[in-house]
C-alpha cells in the first residue's frame, strides 16, 4: 500500500506585501527583487492569524475536498519549522481544533523539504500497515523569523499553508528519495529561544533567520536536478515522462536552471512564488493545491514533487495523480 493524494487545500493570510511596499522598509525595489527571485508579492499574517490556525484552514478544506470527517483521520503530521509553540506540536493544535479524535499527531521539520518528508513518512507507516490515512500540511510563519531590516532576506520569504488527505492504496507513491547534509547546517538557520539557566546568565535578544544566499543557490541548481533523475531512474522513468514538476518555490532562477539540466519546458514547472513568496514548508503543498483547483492535475499524470532547504535537506517523490 502507498500514499495516494485524495484532497488539497489550503490557506493564504489576507495581508499582501507587494515589492513596493517592502521598498517603504529597506532599500530594495521591484526590479532587483522580480528580476533576482521571481517575487512580486507575498503573503504575511495578522496578528489574529497564526501557524495552527493557518494549519487548521488549510486541513478543513482538504477534509471537506475529501468528503472526510475530522474523526476519520488516524494521522495528521505537520511539517513545520515556525510553530507557535515549542510543545505542543502544531499538529496536536490542529488535532484539537478540528476535533480528530481518533489521530496521532506530530510535527516534523525538515525545513523547505518538509513537505516531500511528511508525504514519504504517511507512505511508510502505510507500507508498514500502521494506518490507512493521514492529514498532512506544510505550514509557515517565517514572517515571525525573518529580520525586517535585512533586505537580503525579508524579500525572500512569506507565510502560509498548504495540506492534503492521503489513503493508502495500490497506486499513488511510486518513489522516493530523501537526503541531507549536516556539514551544511549553518547555509541557513535561526537560533531557538537562548538559555537563561543559572550557569548562562545574561540579556539575550531573539535571533532572526541568517542564509548564506549564493551558497544555498549553488547547493539547489546541483542537488535538485541529481536527486529527481535518481528518484524517476527507481521506476525506470526520465524527466521526458513528467507530465508536472512540482518544485519547492524559492527562486524563480532556481527552477529555471532545474528545467534547463533536465532539459524539461518550463510549462511542465508551474511557478507561484510571484504571489507567494518562498513559505517553505508550506510552498509544494501551496502550489500543488493551487495547480489541482486549476485543472493541471489529470488522472494517470505522472507527478514530480521536489523540496530542499535549511538542513541542509532535500526530497524527491514521483506519483501516479489518482
Ligand atoms: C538571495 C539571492 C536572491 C541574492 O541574489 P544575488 O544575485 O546572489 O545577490 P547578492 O547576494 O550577490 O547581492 C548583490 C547585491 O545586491 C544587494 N542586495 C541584496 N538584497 C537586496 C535587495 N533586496 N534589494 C536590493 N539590493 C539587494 C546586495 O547587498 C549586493 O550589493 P553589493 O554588490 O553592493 O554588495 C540569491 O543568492 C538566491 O536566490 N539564493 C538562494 C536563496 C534561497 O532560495 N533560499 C531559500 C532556500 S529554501
Redesign the pocket.
Known sequence: MRAKIISTGSYLPKNIATNDF??TL????DE??TS??GIKSRHLVSEEETTASMAYEAAKKALSDANLQPEDIELIIVATCTADTLVPSTACDVQGRLGAVNATAFDLNA??SGFVFALTTADAYFQSGMYKNALIIGVETLSRIVDWED???????ADGAGAAVVMADETGLMSASLGSDGDKCHA?YVKSRENNNPFCPGEKPMDHLY???????KF?TKTVPKSIRETLEKVNLTPDDVDLFLL?Q??M??NQSIAKTLKVPMDKIPCNMDHCG?T?GASIPLLLDEANKKGLLKSGDTVVMS????GLTWGTVVLKWA
Open positions: 517592502l521598498s529597506v532599500d530594495t525595489n532587483w527583487i533576482r527571485t525545513a523547505c533586505r537580503s532576506v525579508c524579500v525572500l520569504f541557513i542564509m548564506d544566499g549564493a551558497a544555498v543557490f539547489a519547492h524559492a527562486n532562477r532556481i518562498n517553505s523540496g530542499f532547504g535549511a
